[in-house]
């Protein structure tokens, strides 16, 4: 069972930077793809970002692309989430996510494993 460990997240001000990391143990196995969704206080969970392990193929969601870089580091079995020019609107609990086999990466129904999440808070 793979374990997931996000960190990273903090308050900052707005245009601010920071950048989210994901570490992955106990993979026994080559996974799919790694993802990234985040959960505001009273809405649901939404995709932000995926990135194919082999490949290097990346996903954005539209409210985030251009400002956000999904990387891996495949020897650290680490994913990264680079968030600049950040805003309000961006607060949330960012977690990552684990897609064991190939399928669809921009909903949370494709993914076997997630962490525990890291706050992200944006202020104006």
């Known amino acids: 069972q793979v374990q997931l460990v996000e960190s990273g997240g903090g308050l900052v001000q707005a245009g601010a930077s920071l950048r989210l990391s994901c570490a992955a143990s106990?993979?026994?196995?080559?996974?799919?793809?790694m993802g990234w969704f985040r959960q505001a206080l009273g809405k649901e969970r939404e995709f932000v970002s995926a990135?194919?392990?082999?490949?290097?193929?990346?996903f954005y969601a539209d409210s985030v692309k251009g400002r956000f870089t999904i990387s891996r580091d495949i020897s650290k079995n680490t994913v990264y989430l680079q968030m600049t020019s950040l805003k309000p609107e961006d607060t949330a609990v960012y977690y990552c996510?684990?897609?064991?086999?190939?399928?669809?990466?921009?909903?949370?129904?494709?993914?076997?494993?997630w962490g525990q999440g890291t706050q992200v808070t944006v202020s104006s």
């Open positions: 990135i194919v392990w082999s490949t290097g193929t990346t």
């Open positions: 996510a684990d897609a064991a086999r190939f399928g669809i990466l921009r909903v949370a129904t494709g993914y076997t494993a």
């Open positions: 106990g993979r026994t196995f080559s996974s799919y793809a």
